[in-house]
């Protein structure tokens, strides 16, 4: 549940450019959301609308050829966008930590798995129970033994089996499914505010996946933090999330609560999502019961990036000639937390 309306994140119209050979691609067209504290947030929408870029520009980890262009970010009373990069990798890993999907991309091959969260809880918070001073005195071994009890205590949390032993095991000596652990582990080493989630649990079978989601939710709530999760599954959502962005090339076109989303869908995109939800271990795939692409970043339609797929739009021609076509539009106030982008509810409600 949503014990406040205490915001964590504050997403205010980010813009993502890729600067690419084949022209630039405008991956992000304003992105807006609050992240309320305590809550667990899905991020869902189809293959390519800018769910992993609007993540990775909350961490600052967008690369070349990407630029953020637009947009504040802030976290508590200070825009992540401004901060300097000392201060952008204090924030990464120890209020903001990051689960990705292929643990094998993000875990160090050469260094043991119990080393490797060992690292994140020096790194973070010092050696447990001891001042500086004091750490500065401790013998390495001495180091290495408290570390050590800590590191079990974390592969404990995330429920590793035999997690004594498994400090000094290597990532490929572990299942994809422990190696998923090890990650998560690693994001709560640091205790963080915020854990972002992205896609963590699709490579792994359904079994697996369910087990991994249920600890991501049971985490969350015992360790009172704040969970963005990032999925194209409706189904994975309607379990673990509280509330729901729906994005659509870019844009976001409808924030609820889960319960509201899926009972009162406004924006003609979300009704056309919700009649493909696919189960749990489908593929990824574009949506059928959707006529239409998605659009072309590098040439995206003005105004709603909807508009050529929307039976609204078709249905009012004169709003889609004079909006829809033209500028994109607010989210605007549907309900309690109920935010929606649609010229033509627009205008239909009077708004
Ligand atoms: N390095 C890059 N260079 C060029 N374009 C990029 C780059 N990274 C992302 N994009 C573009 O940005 C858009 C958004 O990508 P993003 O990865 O956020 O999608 P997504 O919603 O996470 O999709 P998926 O569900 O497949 O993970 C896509 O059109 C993608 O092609
Ligand atoms: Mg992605």
Same mark, same amino acid.
């Given at each position: ?20 050979? *084949? ?20 991020? /869902?929408?189809? $293959? ?5 870029? $609007? #993540? ?20 508590? *009373? ?7 990069? !000392? ?24 260094? $043991? =798995? ?35 009890? !800590? /590191?079990?205590?974390?592969? !404990?949390?995330?429920?590793?089996? *035999? ?18 652990? #090890? ?10 505010? #915020? ?25 969350? *709530? ?7 999760? #990032? ?20 844009? =976001?076109? !409808? ?84 935010? =929606? ?11």
């Amino acid at each position: 549940m949503i014990e406040s309306q205490d915001t964590v994140l504050e997403l205010r119209d980010i813009r993502v450019h890729f600067f690419t050979y *084949d022209g630039v691609v405008k991956a992000l067209d304003g992105i807006t959301f609050d992240v309320f504290k305590g809550e667990s947030l899905g991020l /869902v929408g189809e $293959t390519g609308c800018g769910k992993s870029v $609007t #993540v990775r520009s909350i961490m600052r980890l967008i690369e070349d050829p990407g630029k953020i262009v637009n947009g504040t970010i802030m976290y508590r *009373d200070k825009d992540i966008l401004q901060m300097d990069e !000392e201060d952008v990798r204090k924030l990464r890993g120890k209020k903001i930590a990051m689960i990705f999907q292929d643990p094998m991309t993000f875990l160090n091959p050469l260094i $043991t =798995v119990g080393e490797q969260v060992a690292e994140v809880i020096l790194l973070h918070q010092g050696l447990p129970g001891l001042t500086e001073a004091e750490q500065e005195k401790v013998k390495k071994d001495k180091m290495q033994e408290i570390l050590k009890e !800590e /590191v079990v205590k974390v592969f !404990e949390l995330v429920r590793l089996p *035999d997690a004594a032993s498994l400090y000094t095991r290597y990532p490929h000596e572990l299942s994809g499914g422990m190696r998923q652990r #090890v990650m998560i582990a690693m994001a709560i080493a640091s205790n963080p505010d #915020v854990m972002i989630a992205d896609e963590a649990t699709t490579a792994l079978d359904v079994t697996i996946q369910a087990q991994i989601l249920k600890l991501l939710q049971n985490l969350k *709530d015992d360790l009172n933090t704040t969970l963005i999760f #990032v999925t194209h599954n409706l189904g994975i959502i309607a379990e673990m999330c509280d509330r729901v962005a729906i994005f659509y090339g870019g844009q =976001v076109v !409808e924030v609820a609560p889960t319960k509201v989303i899926f009972k009162e869908p406004i924006h003609p995109y979300t009704k056309g999502l919700l009649k493909a939800i696919p189960l749990l271990h489908a593929p990824k795939e574009t949506l059928d019961s959707i006529p239409g692409v998605v659009p072309n970043l590098v040439n995206p339609p003005g105004g709603c990036r909807f508009n050529p797929r929307c039976y609204l739009a078709e249905k009012n021609p004169e709003i889609k000639e004079s909006h829809c076509i033209v500028t994109k539009p607010d989210l605007l106030e549907y309900g309690s937390n109920h935010l =929606v982008a649609c010229h033509v509810r627009a205008k239909e409600q009077n708004k």
